[in-house]
T-cell receptor, first 114, second 114 residues
Framework: AQTVTQSQPEMSVQEAETVTLSCTYD???????LFWYKQPPSRQMILVIR??????QNATENRFSVNFQKAAKSFSLKISDSQLGDTAMYFC???????????FGPGTRLSVLP | KAGVTQTPRYLIKTRGQQVTLSCSPI?????VSWYQQTPGQGLQFLFE???????NKGNFPGRFSGRQFSNSRSEMNVSTLELGDSALYLC?????????????FGQGTRLTVV
């Protein structure tokens, strides 16, 4: 069974600065997908970024980028130029090609301070 | 287009009762997945339906069940409610194909069991 670990329960960052959230996972699969989801106080899960394991190039979406290290089974999220609206719970998630369901990490609560 | 709609948003039930939650996916999406979110256990996968068939199931007792209708709307039912069933229940919809990993979440139903 796959597991996802996020070792930082809480983090804070000053507005306009950069922050990196950590995620590690365990799987015996070779092909899979990794995700970062954001859950603001409204509770709705919002996709931040997605990475396909067979792609070596790190995914980037505007201010959000990942550092995907397949051999180390590490998938960290970097948020540049942090904004107050980035304040939320961030979940790292794994999906294999067969199950069609997410395995989520425990989450990191990020606070962006003015 | 309309997003994923979950009803009701809030629910209070008594131990021993049963409850039915509803999820209307994005138009054209054929897959609906359900997740339970609690402070202690985090986000856990309940089950996934695709074209009216349960395609995948998490590790929950038989008191948790679901179904999907021909219009892709899904319901989940919890019988003989326990205090520990208090949680945020999230559903996610996707196209459901093997490579269709993009899932859209509803805002959830907050169930409180007293």
């Amino acid at each position: 069974a796959q597991t996802v670990t996020q070792s930082q329960p809480e983090m804070s960052v000053q507005e306009a600065e950069t922050v990196t959230l950590s995620c590690t996972y365990d799987t015996s699969e070779n092909n899979y997908y990794l995700f970062w989801y954001k859950q603001p106080p409204s509770r709705q899960m919002i996709l931040v970024i997605r990475q396909e394991a067979y792609k070596q190039q790190n995914a980037t979406e505007n201010r959000f980028s990942v550092n995907f290290q397949k051999a180390a089974k590490s998938f960290s999220l970097k948020i540049s130029d942090s904004q107050l609206g980035d304040t939320a719970m961030y979940f790292c998630a794994f999906m294999d090609l067969h199950g069609q369901n997410f395995v989520f990490g425990p989450g990191t609560r990020l606070s962006v301070l003015p | 287009k309309a997003g994923v709609t979950q009803t009701p948003r809030y629910l209070i039930k008594t131990r021993g009762q049963q409850v039915t939650l509803s999820c209307s996916p994005i138009s054209g999406h054929r897959s609906v997945s359900w997740y339970q979110q609690t402070p202690g256990q985090g986000l856990q996968f309940l089950f996934e339906y695709f074209s009216e068939t349960q395609r995948n199931k998490g590790n929950f007792p038989g008191r948790f069940s679901g179904r999907q209708f021909s219009n892709s709307r899904s319901e989940m039912n919890v019988s003989t409610l326990e205090l520990g069933d208090s949680a945020l229940y999230l559903c996610a919809s996707s196209l459901g194909g093997a490579q269709d990993t993009e899932a859209f979440f509803g805002q959830g139903t907050r169930l409180t069991v007293v």
